[in-house]
């Protein structure tokens, strides 16, 4: 199953780089190394699935992969939160990479709603 529209794609890839710099800031400038891991490990494996699920060999296993994505970029947000909330990131970094994970999650899930109604028509 291949996405026609590379929109998505493009999207998560443009996510991964912002997450990808902001670890990298946290670690560098913070001296924060654990939450920073994990919001890199979450942030880049939603464009990683999604990769996957291009790939996919059938319908079941395309949904799947998406599933993980959307878990993944659920998963983002919190590290996003936490990480406001103990003042390792501002509050205009937050809102920011927040709206593009949130962004991510409502297409994906649009996506993952469209693709199992059509698995039982």
Do not use: C, P
């Amino acid at each position: 199953m291949v996405f026609k529209d590379k929109i998505l794609y493009a999207k998560a890839f443009d996510f991964a780089v912002r997450i990808t710099r902001t670890a990298r800031a946290l670690m560098v400038e913070r001296r924060e190394f654990v939450l920073s891991k994990q919001i890199l490990r979450s942030g880049t494996s939603i464009g990683a699935n999604i990769a996957e699920a291009n790939g996919g060999i059938s319908q079941a296993d395309f949904s799947s992969k998406l599933s993980i994505a959307y878990k993944e970029s659920l998963e983002t947000k919190y590290w996003l939160d936490l990480l406001k909330e103990t003042d390792l990131l501002s509050v205009e970094d937050h809102a920011a990479l927040h709206a593009h994970a949130d962004e991510l999650s409502k297409i994906l899930y649009a996506i993952i709603r469209t693709t199992r109604l059509s698995d039982t028509a």
